[in-house]
């Protein structure tokens, strides 16, 4: 497997990444990609936010932009995948080149901006496939050239709620101008407000009461961290994603590239995303769930996540590197490690390195 895998990148490597992003949901939505799961773990299974996780390890937005394939995403281990960013109308992003690959550093810089087809294409395949099994969450956000971008998440709530799982807020991009704005105290209280009052309307409709999730910038400052667990408190949120891509360049060995704009991702991000996550987690107290995105690539990264304050992890960029096998080599993983700690269930071990994660500087 890993002998065909190292075959495969290189020769998708010989694409440029935008296209090589797309020749893998080709092959996986064809049924090409197949990948060895791991045997289910009870150990890794919780129930967060009011649904049950067979495992804590997701497929992070950002991959299956459209909704095309989160069935076969979850056919290689995931124990849920999160489709989108979609916004209302389709847009096309940012003008090309707006992916990089920078190999020395395991790494990607992404300026894609939101580009997917709207709301109509993406809802009209979760439609398809509502009959099915699994966890699917659905990532909204503002289109670029929205006027009242809080009513382009309102209508994401709208749109899909009789097909996902959970929702979650993207207000942090960096490659959207000014949306991370949304992340200041006011504007996210004005956000959370009508996300969550859409949330209950259509709950009520549905009779069911879905999660909403809010994901953030690694780059906050210590003031912009206070502000979002105040906002988070006084709302009805169900909790974090931490964190999405970074602005920062520490650490990067490709020089090349680095001076390229948009959000960095994938190993250089570990340190500052589990960083920011403990110091979320300190703010919000044990009780709101958190996701812990940034930089896993490996069964070792995703339990230090959840030692830093995670319930669940997601990842995305180290497949890039890593290959379809990912997802199921880190879960034999984690249940290898929990046999080295002799625990009952992996929520046991969260919060046990977070006094570590709290001194690590950002």
Known sequence: MSDLFSLGRRGLFLFDAETAHGLSIAALRTGLVSACKAPADPRLAQTVAGIRFSNPLGMAAGYDKNAEVPD????????????GTLTPKPQAGNPK???FRLERDNAVINRLGFNNEGHAAALARLSARRSRP?????????NKDATDRVADYVAGIRQFYSVATYFTANISSPNTPGLRDLQAKESLDALLSAVLAARSEEGLRAGKRLPVFLKIAPDLTEEGMD??????AAHDLDGL???NTTLSRDGLTDTTLAGEAGGLSGVPLFDRSTAVLARMRKRVGPDLPIIGVGGVSSAETALEKIRAGADLVQLYSC?????PALPGRILRGLSALLDREKVANIRELRDSRLGHWLSVKV
Do not use: H, K, T, W
Not at 134 to 142: E, W
């Open 241 to 243: 994603i931490v964190s």
């Open 227 to 232: 502000d979002i667990a105040e906002v988070a």
């Open 72 to 83: 076969a995403l979850l056919s290689l281990g995931f124990g849920f995948a999160e489709v």
């Open 319 to 323: 497949m890039v590197y890593q290959g």
């Open 134 to 142: 699994g966890i699917v969450g659905v990532n909204i956000g503002a």
């Open 97 to 99: 080149p707006r992916i």
